[in-house]
Protein backbone atom coordinates (compact mmCIF):
# COMPACT_ATOMS: atom_id res chain seq x y z
CA UNK A 1 0.00 0.00 0.00
CA UNK A 2 1.10 3.44 -0.85
CA UNK A 3 0.53 6.65 1.15
CA UNK A 4 1.19 10.40 0.29
CA UNK A 5 1.20 13.00 3.73
CA UNK A 6 1.72 16.47 3.26
CA UNK A 7 2.37 19.09 5.40
CA UNK A 8 3.20 23.08 5.62
CA UNK A 9 -0.30 24.54 4.78
CA UNK A 10 -1.76 27.64 6.71
CA UNK A 11 -2.68 31.21 6.90
CA UNK A 12 -0.35 33.85 5.63
CA UNK A 13 -0.36 37.08 4.64
CA UNK A 14 -0.20 38.52 1.31
CA UNK A 15 3.29 38.54 0.07
CA UNK A 16 4.48 36.15 2.13
CA UNK A 17 5.69 32.51 1.84
CA UNK A 18 4.87 28.81 2.44
CA UNK A 19 6.77 25.49 2.00
CA UNK A 20 4.47 22.46 1.27
CA UNK A 21 6.11 19.07 1.68
CA UNK A 22 4.49 15.50 0.57
CA UNK A 23 5.92 12.22 1.64
CA UNK A 24 5.67 9.22 -0.23
CA UNK A 25 5.85 5.98 1.90
CA UNK A 26 4.35 2.41 1.48
CA UNK A 27 5.69 -1.10 -0.90
CA UNK A 28 7.21 1.48 -3.21
CA UNK A 29 9.11 0.82 -6.46
CA UNK A 30 9.73 3.51 -7.99
CA UNK A 31 8.40 6.80 -7.98
CA UNK A 32 8.09 8.75 -11.18
CA UNK A 33 6.46 11.77 -12.05
CA UNK A 34 5.57 14.26 -8.59
CA UNK A 35 3.23 17.19 -8.75
CA UNK A 36 0.88 19.34 -7.09
CA UNK A 37 -2.63 20.44 -7.61
CA UNK A 38 -4.72 23.15 -5.98
CA UNK A 39 -8.72 23.26 -6.16
CA UNK A 40 -11.01 26.20 -4.86
CA UNK A 41 -14.75 25.68 -3.78
CA UNK A 42 -16.54 25.23 -7.35
CA UNK A 43 -14.14 24.70 -9.54
CA UNK A 44 -11.49 21.92 -10.92
CA UNK A 45 -8.29 20.77 -9.70
CA UNK A 46 -5.88 22.52 -11.63
CA UNK A 47 -1.93 21.45 -12.01
CA UNK A 48 0.38 24.08 -10.24
CA UNK A 49 3.99 22.34 -10.85
CA UNK A 50 4.90 18.94 -12.22
CA UNK A 51 8.49 17.43 -12.00
CA UNK A 52 10.14 14.36 -12.67
CA UNK A 53 12.47 12.23 -11.30
CA UNK A 54 15.41 13.51 -13.11
CA UNK A 55 14.33 16.51 -11.59
CA UNK A 56 12.67 18.60 -14.60
CA UNK A 57 9.89 20.65 -13.51
CA UNK A 58 7.12 22.55 -15.12
CA UNK A 59 4.80 25.12 -13.45
CA UNK A 60 2.17 26.58 -14.62
CA UNK A 61 1.90 30.44 -15.97
CA UNK A 62 0.04 32.30 -12.52
CA UNK A 63 2.72 30.50 -10.47
CA UNK A 64 6.02 30.98 -12.43
CA UNK A 65 8.47 32.96 -10.61
CA UNK A 66 7.16 32.34 -7.32
CA UNK A 67 6.41 29.17 -6.50
CA UNK A 68 9.26 26.18 -6.96
CA UNK A 69 8.62 22.53 -6.81
CA UNK A 70 11.55 20.75 -5.82
CA UNK A 71 12.17 16.89 -5.04
CA UNK A 72 14.14 14.84 -2.84
CA UNK A 73 14.27 11.09 -4.59
CA UNK A 74 16.10 9.72 -1.67
CA UNK A 75 13.72 10.51 1.05
CA UNK A 76 10.30 10.62 -1.78
CA UNK A 77 9.52 13.70 -1.05
CA UNK A 78 8.43 16.78 -2.81
CA UNK A 79 8.31 20.01 -1.90
CA UNK A 80 6.72 23.80 -3.30
CA UNK A 81 8.08 26.73 -2.09
CA UNK A 82 5.31 29.21 -2.88
CA UNK A 83 6.85 33.18 -2.68
CA UNK A 84 4.84 36.39 -3.12
CA UNK A 85 1.40 34.58 -2.23
CA UNK A 86 -1.90 36.44 -3.36
CA UNK A 87 -4.85 35.90 -1.98
CA UNK A 88 -6.06 34.39 -5.13
CA UNK A 89 -3.27 31.43 -4.33
CA UNK A 90 -5.87 30.96 -1.15
CA UNK A 91 -6.90 26.51 -2.34
CA UNK A 92 -6.64 22.83 -1.37
CA UNK A 93 -3.37 21.86 -2.11
CA UNK A 94 -2.76 18.58 -3.03
CA UNK A 95 0.34 16.28 -4.00
CA UNK A 96 0.08 13.49 -6.57
CA UNK A 97 2.32 10.66 -7.53
CA UNK A 98 2.36 8.30 -9.87
CA UNK A 99 4.20 5.13 -8.29
CA UNK A 100 5.25 1.84 -8.85
CA UNK A 101 4.24 -0.60 -6.10
CA UNK A 102 6.12 -3.79 -5.09
CA UNK A 103 3.12 -5.60 -4.63
CA UNK A 104 2.24 -6.16 -8.35
CA UNK A 105 5.01 -3.72 -10.35
CA UNK A 106 1.77 -1.74 -11.75
CA UNK A 107 1.85 2.18 -11.65
CA UNK A 108 -0.33 3.84 -9.22
CA UNK A 109 -1.84 6.83 -9.84
CA UNK A 110 -1.81 8.62 -5.92
CA UNK A 111 -3.32 11.48 -4.03
CA UNK A 112 -2.25 13.02 -0.75
CA UNK A 113 -5.16 14.45 1.35
CA UNK A 114 -4.91 17.84 0.77
CA UNK A 115 -3.64 20.75 2.95
CA UNK A 116 -5.45 23.94 2.96
CA UNK A 117 -3.45 26.84 2.40
CA UNK A 118 -5.28 30.47 2.75
CA UNK A 119 -3.71 34.19 1.68
CA UNK A 120 -5.48 36.77 3.33
CA UNK A 121 -4.85 40.37 5.58
Known amino acids: QVQLVESGGGLVQPGGSLNLSCAAS????????MAWYRQTPGNQRELVASITAGGISNHVGSVKDRFTISRDNAKRTVYLQMNSLKPDDTAIYSC???????????????WGQGTQVTVSS
Open 96 to 110: YAEIVSYRDYKLVHS
Open 26 to 33: GTIYRVDI
